[in-house]
């Protein structure tokens, strides 16, 4: 009885961590439609500090909003209605930088200022935060 409990519990994880990563290469890919520059050009073809900061920092506050999604559901497919939530709120937060706090965040990540994206990082993080944290039901 407990090997069939220990490989039901490995099998939820497995669909749980696959879904997770799937979301994560999907949430690549919206971003980089909602921002107006190019973070991954930015960071591989130019090394570019601030856009890896500002983009590192949007996957890790994705992360733990979807992380208090994966906490809290009751299945796969609630899991995978609040990795959606989490999806398009983690993608407001960057229109919420650059419309209410900093409108030339775009121009100034290109330029490589690294102000811009330790504060694009943050402002991500702290969406994640209180994403995952609105996500206990």
């Known amino acids: 009885m407990e090997n069939i409990d220990l490989i039901t519990s490995i099998l939820h994880f497995g669909s749980y961590f696959g ?13 980089k439609f909602v921002t107006p520059h190019d973070e991954w050009q930015l960071i591989k073809e130019e090394q570019n ?3 890896a900061l500002g ?3 949007a996957v ?3 992360a733990i909003a979807l992380s208090g999604a994966a906490s809290n559901s009751v299945s796969l497919l609630d899991f995978a209605t609040w990795g959606v939530v989490a999806l398009v709120a983690q993608s407001l937060a960057f229109w919420l930088f ?11 990540i ?5 102000s811009a ?4 990082a943050a402002t991500n993080i702290a969406v994640g935060l209180l994403n995952a944290a609105c996500m206990t039901y």
């Open 49 to 51: 500090t601030a856009a």
């Open 19 to 31: 879904m997770s990563l799937l979301f994560v290469v999907i949430f690549k890919y919206v971003y």
């Open 55 to 57: 983009f590192g920092g």
């Open 110 to 114: 290109e330029a490589n200022e690294v």
């Open 117 to 120: 994206g330790i504060m694009l």
């Open 60 to 62: 890790v506050g994705f």
């Open 98 to 108: 650059r419309f209410g706090f900093m409108s030339r965040v775009a121009q100034r």
